[in-house]
Nanobody
Framework: QVQLVEAGGGSVQAGASLRLSCTTS????????MAWFRQAPGKERTIAAE????????YYEESVRGRFTISRDNYKNTVYLQMNSLKTEDTAVYYC????????????????WGQGTQVTVSS
């Protein structure tokens, strides 16, 4: 049974930092690209950051580029999202996702999901 378990969300003020983690089990981690999606109330789920199988290549949505850093530890089967200089518009539920295959930005193409962790940024 595949499981993705996120941790690290919370409530912070604008300008603060948070680090999310997603620990996986039940899958061969090195065969999957990993990503963090986010979904604000009433909005579509969108990709924030993605990292390929080895951690060599990454993708960032434009609004988080330069502030967020995605990384993975293939020994711990874990992916991270370091979020710095948080803004109120970063408020959302953040989901970890796994995909075996080429990169798709649309959330519907991803294979496995975590339960989500809330990030709330106040001014």
């Amino acid at each position: 049974q595949v499981q993705l378990v996120e941790a690290g969300g919370g409530s912070v003020q604008a300008g603060a930092s948070l680090r999310l983690s997603c620990t996986t089990s039940g899958l061969t981690f090195t065969l999957y690209r990993m990503a963090w999606f986010r979904q604000a109330p009433g909005k579509e789920r969108t990709i924030a950051a993605e990292i390929d199988f080895t951690g060599t290549n990454t993708y960032y949505e434009e609004s988080v580029r330069g502030r967020f850093t995605i990384s993975r530890d293939n020994y711990k089967n874990t992916v991270y999202l370091q979020m710095n200089s948080l803004k109120t518009e970063d408020t959302a539920v953040y989901y970890c996702a796994a995909l075996r295959g080429p990169l798709y930005l649309n959330w519907r193409n991803w294979d496995f999901w975590g339960q989500g962790t809330q990030v709330t940024v106040s001014s």
